[in-house]
């Protein structure tokens, strides 16, 4: 549905470290830079931009696609090593549907973000 998506930073440097690190096992990372803004993405695309010099963006969720439970596992270590605050372990969540398995971690400027593989077990 959507080509990308940008939010805007506080810190473009800090912005930029915490979403290279958690977003690494997802295979997500910088593709594209420009003067004022990163764009991070599977190889190829930008689809995911941090945009600096602009009024941080109020916190919203953002869910990055994680192609196995490990994955969102793995994300949810990394994201918290690179300075996100716990916001939901790994785990089922059977309210969304049986095979939801998510992490959810706050980022620095307090957006809510989440690694979800929808595969089952």
Partial sequence: MFDHIGIGVSDLARSKAF????LAPLGIGVVMEIP???????PGK??????AGEKPSAPIHIAFAAATRAD???????????GGKDNGAPGIRAQYHP????AFVIGPDGHNVEAVCHAPG
């Fill in 36 to 42: 004022q803004g990163v764009g991070l993405g599977r």
């Fill in 19 to 22: 979403f290279v690190r958690a």
């Fill in 72 to 82: 969102v596992d793995a994300f949810y270590r990394h994201a918290l090593a690179a």
């Fill in 46 to 51: 930008p689809a995911f931009w941090l945009g």
């Fill in 99 to 102: 095979d939801y398995y998510g």
